[in-house]
Nanobody, 115 residues
Framework: EVQLVESGGGMVQPGGSLRLSCAAS????????MSWVRQAPGKGPEWVSD????????YYADFVKGRFTISRDNAKNTVYLQMNSLNPEDTAVYYC????????WGQGTQLTVPS
């Protein structure tokens, strides 16, 4: 059974940091490009960051550049999103996505940054 399980969300004060994790199982994780996508209340999904299969190439939306860092550990079948300098506009449900021959999604983890 394919699973992507996000964790690490919560409530963080503005300016704080948090690290999200996404643990994968049921497919060959190291063959899949991984992404983080978020959805704020009342808004559509918003791409945040991508990482290639080996972890050597990363990409970021402009609104997180310099604040967020995506990484992966293929030995642990896990992708991470380190988030620093958080602000209320980062409040959203964060989803991880795996893409190769198929596309898989996790159930999401909530991040709340109060204003």
């Amino acid at each position: 059974e394919v699973q992507l399980v996000e964790s690490g969300g919560g409530m963080v004060q503005p300016g704080g940091s948090l690290r999200l994790s996404c643990a994968a199982s049921g497919f060959t994780f190291s063959s899949y490009e991984m992404s983080w996508v978020r959805q704020a209340p009342g808004k559509g999904p918003e791409w945040v960051s991508d990482i290639n299969t080996g972890g050597g190439s990363t990409y970021y939306a402009d609104f997180v550049k310099g604040r967020f860092t995506i990484s992966r550990d293929n030995a642990k079948n896990t992708v991470y999103l380190q988030m620093n300098s958080l602000n209320p506009e980062d409040t959203a449900v964060y989803y991880c996505n795996a893409r190769f021959t198929n596309s898989y999604w996790g159930q999401g983890t909530q991040l709340t940054v109060p204003s």
